[in-house]
C-alpha cells in the first residue's frame, strides 16, 4: 500500500501537476493542500500540521544550528527564489540616491531573520560595502503593528536593533520617522502611490541582473522539509518526493517554452521564459534543484546566516541536507 502523507504548499506553476496528482511520487499517496506561505509555514513551525511542508530556508538554517534534536529535515528542493534588490524601499526626503547612501540612515524590516532580510543584508555587506552597524535597524509588521522576530539572535557586535510594536514599516516609512525598509512584501504606501515612498533602484531588473552576474547568486527563499519521525520510518521517501517535484517542474517548463499554445496569458511567453532561462540557467537545467547545482548560493546563504547571527556556526550543504539528498538532479 502506498505511503499516505499530508503536504501543504503555496500556489506555483512548477508544482501544479504535483498538486493535481498528474505526478505522483513512487511508493506515496499525496494528499496536498494549498495555503499562502505564511500560513503554511507558521502551521508547521507551531504544530508540525503536515508531514511535508514548505519552509522558510533561515528558520530551517537556525533550526538546524539550534535544536540537538531537530524535528525536521530538509530536501533540495526548493519552490520559491526570487531577488531582493526589489525590496528596497527608501523615503524620497530622506537623501537616498545610491545603496550607499543608507550609511547611518533609520531601515525598517520585518524580521532580522527574515529569509528576504538575510539576502538583502548580504547583499549590503559584500556588494555594496555598508556595514550592518552603520545601520540603524528597526523591527516591525509591514503593514500592521506587533509582528515579533520570530527567533533568538545572537547579533554581530555594534549592530543595533530597535523594536517598535505600535508601528507598521509601511505607516513609518511614509511619515518619514524612517528612512527606508527591506521588506519582500511591498509596503500598503508603496502600492497605494505615496508620494515620499519608492522603490531605491529605479530599474530593478538591471539592479538584480547585475548581482547575479556578479555573484551567480539566484536568492533560494523557500525549502521543503519533512518531519523528522517520518524520515527516520521511511528513508525512501526522500529522494521519491524530489523526483516527484522534479518531474512537475520539468513538465511546467516544457509547457512554458511550447510557442504551439499560450500556457499563460501573454504574447510572446515563451520567448521571455526561454530568453530568461538561457540568462540563469545556461546550462539547461531550468530552476535547478538538488546540492551541487545550487551550492554557490547555498554557500552563500550560509556565510550570511552566520554573519547576521541568524546562525550561531557556519553551517555547510551537508549540514542541511540528508545523504539520501547528496545527488546531482538530472533534468
Not at 539572535?153 to 530597535?162: F, T
Request: neutral net charge; proline residues 6%; glycine residues 6%.
Amino acid at each position: 500500500m502506498p505511503l499516505r502523507l499530508t503536504m501543504a504548499i503555496s500556489d506555483y506553476a512548477h508544482t501544479r501537476d504535483l498538486v493535481t496528482g498528474r505526478v505522483r511520487p513512487e511508493g506515496i499517496d499525496l494528499n496536498i493542500l494549498t495555503y499562502p506561505f505564511e500560513q503554511v509555514g507558521l502551521r508547521f513551525a507551531m504544530g508540525k500540521e503536515f508531514d511535508v511542508s514548505e519552509y522558510s530556508f533561515a528558520g530551517y538554517c537556525a533550526h538546524i544550528d539550534g535544536c540537538a534534536r531537530p524535528e525536521m529535515v530538509a530536501i533540495p528542493v526548493f519552490p520559491s527564489r526570487v531577488f531582493r534588490q526589489s525590496a528596497f524601499y527608501v523615503n524620497s526626503d530622506a537623501g537616498i540616491a545610491h545603496v550607499g547612501d543608507l550609511r547611518g540612515k533609520r531601515v525598517g524590516i520585518a524580521q532580522w531573520s527574515q529569509t528576504a532580510a538575510v539576502y538583502a543584508k548580504g547583499y549590503l555587506v559584500h556588494q555594496a560595502n555598508v556595514p550592518l552597524h552603520e545601520i540603524d535597524w528597526v523591527q516591525a509588521g509591514v503593514n500592521r503593528p506587533g509582528r515579533k522576530e520570530g527567533l533568538k539572535l545572537s547579533l554581530p557586535k555594534g549592530v543595533r536593533l530597535h523594536t517598535a510594536a505600535d508601528r507598521s514599516l509601511s505607516d513609518m516609512i511614509a511619515t518619514g520617522d524612517i528612512d527606508a525598509v527591506i521588506s519582500a512584501r511591498p509596503p500598503d504606501s508603496f502600492l497605494a502611490g505615496h508620494p515620499k515612498v519608492r522603490r531605491l533602484f529605479t530599474d530593478v531588473q538591471a539592479a538584480e541582473k547585475s548581482y547575479f552576474d556578479e555573484t551567480g547568486i539566484f536568492p533560494i527563499m523557500h525549502v521543503m522539509v519533512v518531519r523528522k519521525e517520518l524520515y527516520d520510518a521511511n528513508r525512501w521517501i526522500l529522494r521519491n518526493i524530489v523526483d516527484a517535484f522534479d518531474e512537475a517542474k520539468r513538465r511546467t517548463v516544457n509547457a512554458l517554452t511550447d510557442i504551439t499554445t499560450s500556457y499563460f496569458p501573454v504574447a510572446w511567453g515563451a520567448d521571455y521564459m526561454i530568453a530568461m532561462s538561457d540568462l540563469l540557467f545556461p546550462d539547461g537545467n531550468v530552476w535547478p534543484y538538488g546540492v551541487e547545482a545550487n551550492r554557490k548560493t547555498l554557500n552563500a546563504f550560509l556565510r550570511y546566516c552566520h554573519e547576521q547571527g541568524v546562525t550561531t556556526r557556519l553551517l555547510t550543504p551537508e549540514d542541511l541536507f540528508p545523504p539520501e539528498c547528496a545527488y546531482q538532479v538530472i533534468v
